[in-house]
């Protein structure tokens, strides 16, 4: 079955320097992506998805890569502020049927001051 | 969209006791779906609907869970008996089924059970 995971379960970070979260996913019928963020006693917040027919997508703020030979991809958050301090999870998807997400453990952003 | 809301945001019951739970999606979103999350993991899949069918279930929804949709809105996620086991954040979210933002889950804060 499917598992997603992440290398690193807390990333600190200085404020104004870049992160970078890393997830690997194992089935290579996944075809899209979708990196959440959760802050304590809230729900997971779309941040930003890819299609596996992509290996590069910008937002405001973030980056995400997908490397499918590898099964790997990463988030990118430029310029981390403290707001930006939260769990961060990649879930993966095989699309066409219910689309239901599988998520890795999740990496807990710390943002220093 | 106002969206996904959930009620209520915290239960706490005893033992053996019946709990239910209700999540009212985005209006208009066809497809809602209902994920346990536990301390420190990732949302976990349980079951989700497309409109009032009730499309697909997870090996974790064992036979003391029920889920409803019956008019393609609200939808109400009851455990019985319910043990300790069962203490996690139950999150609601839901989707468009069709356009370019199909795929994009839309979770509610969830309902915090525990379960003494």
């Known amino acids: 079955g499917e598992s997603v995971g992440l290398h690193l379960p807390t990333l600190s970070v200085q404020e104004g320097d870049n992160s970078i979260i890393n997830c690997a996913y194992s089935n290579s019928a996944s075809d899209y992506f979708i990196w959440y963020k959760q802050e304590s006693g809230k729900g997971p917040q779309f941040i930003i998805d890819?299609?596996?027919?992509?290996d590069k997508r910008q937002g405001q703020r973030v980056t995400v890569l997908l490397n499918k030979t590898v099964k790997h991809l990463s988030l990118q958050i430029a310029a981390t502020q403290p707001g930006d301090s939260a769990v961060y999870f990649c879930a993966a998807v095989v699309t066409g049927g219910g689309n239901k997400l599988t998520f890795g453990t999740g990496t807990q952003l710390k943002v220093e001051l | 969209d106002t969206g996904v809301s959930q009620d209520p945001r915290h239960k706490i019951t005893k033992r053996g006791q019946n709990v239910t739970f209700r999540c009212d999606p985005i209006s208009e979103h066809n497809r809602l779906y209902w994920y346990r999350q536990t301390l420190g993991q990732g949302p976990e899949f349980l079951t989700y609907f497309q409109n009032e069918a009730q499309l697909e279930k997870s090996r974790l929804l064992s036979d003391r869970f029920s889920a409803e949709r019956p008019k393609g809105s609200f939808s109400t996620l009851e455990i019985q008996r319910t043990e300790q086991g069962d203490s996690a954040m139950y999150l609601c979210a839901s989707s468009r089924l069709e356009g370019p933002a199909k795929n994009i889950q839309y979770f509610g804060a969830g309902t915090r059970l525990s379960v003494l």
């Open positions: 890819i299609r596996s027919n992509m």
